[in-house]
């Protein structure tokens, strides 16, 4: 069978890679523990379901606008206005069948073959390849864990070129847990400004963050740089609402346009019944006081796994202020001996852990960083204990 060029140009999800591996030690009977998890294990809160129940009994079950029901968008308005001081119209919203959804209409319909996307590194696994879909070229700048993962104005003014069509933020972050500054951002956005190009801002982390940070979306700076940036959102990760698949973005009214047309002949409308959920998890009473729950559960999990990266020699982590991962360093490992084998980068270290410790982590070359894991805290505490004691001792044997 002859496949296209543009499937055989991409890689399959890795971190899907190494679940799969974990799931089959599983099912031979193996106590592997999983901190692979890119999604919240908490239940999706009952307000939400109930609104969705209430749909379908309502016979809401059938097509609805392309780009999504005028109740959804103008909930999203609200929820931009509320918690992003930031003012948009109908004709700028458009509702995708997940933030993933949202980012690959926009790659396909904003980029051609020789135009250049930046991507700071760690970054989330999908955008590299959607933008490889859409025949542009991701241009990868690297940050490491001094810098706290985030990229400066001289590194991303580095990177641009004529080609350069966009840069890709994504704050907080997915693996590293790191997220922008006002301040930080403000840096980032003179750049931006003077070389004029389109900011592809993901912050589908924003409310779960910790201490007392700040999320600032990058779209709130000025009147121009809003008009300079597509803000993508969803309900997956604050809302415990992944496999709904809702997501969307907020743009200037052409880019949204393209979008719905490229969707009316693809996709058409998400679930009308996850956009009726939707709705009440965006406006619900309970909503805030739901996130809440789960963040103070979150906060409670990095710090025991901060507490215990300290205590083990060769690792260190960044500490995440949101979302909820970590993305510990393990290169102090690398060119260590186990089984007469040299360890040398992720994919090895990621392998001598589902081995030895028998905890599946996700390898940060997944993420474009070869010298870390991602272990998620989306799992019990317990789990995260038991983990944590697993990895320390095999560690402990690899030291002797
Ligand atoms: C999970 C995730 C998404 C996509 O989530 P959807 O379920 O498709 O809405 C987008 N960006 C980042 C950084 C993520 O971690």
């Known amino acids: 069978m002859k496949f296209a060029q543009r499937i055989q140009n991409i890689q399959p999800s890795m971190t899907l ?26 239940a999706t809160p009952e307000n939400i379901k109930q609104a969705a129940i209430e749909a379908i009994q309502n016979n809401e079950t059938h097509y609805t606008n392309v780009s999504g029901t005028n109740a959804l968008k103008d909930a999203i308005i609200e929820k931009f206005d509320r918690d992003n001081g930031l003012a948009y119209e109908r004709n700028q919203i458009v509702v995708s069948c997940g933030a993933k959804h949202s980012f690959y209409n926009l790659a396909q319909v904003l980029w ?17 390849d959607m933008v490889i879909l859409a025949n542009a070229s991701p241009v990868i700048v690297d940050t490491d864990q001094s810098s706290g993962f985030k990229i400066t104005a001289e590194q991303l003014q580095k990177a641009i ?40 801002s993901d912050e589908i982390y924003e409310k779960i963050i910790f201490d007392d940070f700040e999320h600032v979306s990058i779209a709130s700076l000025s009147e121009e740089l ?28 052409d880019i949204v346009s ?3 047309k490229l969707q009316g002949q693809s996709t058409s409308n998400p679930t009308s019944i996850a956009q009726a959920a939707s709705v009440e998890a965006l406006s619900g009473k309970q909503s805030p006081a739901e996130i809440q729950k789960m963040v103070v559960e979150f906060k409670k999990r990095r710090d025991t796994l ?21 993305f510990p360093d393990f290169s102090g490992l690398h060119g260590k001996l186990w089984n007469g084998r040299t360890l040398n980068g992720s994919l090895d270290i990621a392998e001598f852990l589902l081995e030895e410790a028998k905890v599946a982590l996700v390898p940060g ?5 070869d010298n870390n894991q991602r272990l998620s805290f ?23």
């Open 17 to 42: 890679a190494i679940s799969a591996k974990a799931q089959s030690l599983k099912e031979q009977g193996i106590d592997v523990i999983g901190f692979g998890a890119g999604e919240p294990d908490f």
């Open 112 to 128: 051609d073959t020789g135009d250049e996307v930046i991507i700071p590194a760690p970054y989330w696994v999908s955008y590299p």
């Open 161 to 200: 070129t004529t080609k350069t069509r966009a840069v890709v933020l994504n704050s907080p972050s997915n693996p590293t847990g790191s997220a922008y500054t006002k301040n930080e951002l403000e840096a980032l956005a003179e750049v931006i400004l003077k070389n004029k190009l389109l900011v592809i």
């Open 226 to 253: 809003k008009q300079s940036t597509v803000v993508i959102n969803g309900a997956s990760k604050c809302f415990a609402m992944t496999g709904w698949r809702i997501g969307y973005l907020a743009a200037n009214a």
């Open 258 to 260: 393209a979008i719905s």
């Open 306 to 326: 901060m507490d215990r990266y300290a205590k083990i020699e060769g690792v260190s982590c960044y500490q995440p202020v949101g979302s909820f991962y970590s």
């Open 365 to 369: 070359i997944a993420f474009g960083a």
């Open 378 to 400: 989306a799992t019990s505490m317990e789990k995260i204990k038991e983990g944590m004691d697993r990895i320390e001792s095999a560690l402990k044997s690899l030291h002797a």
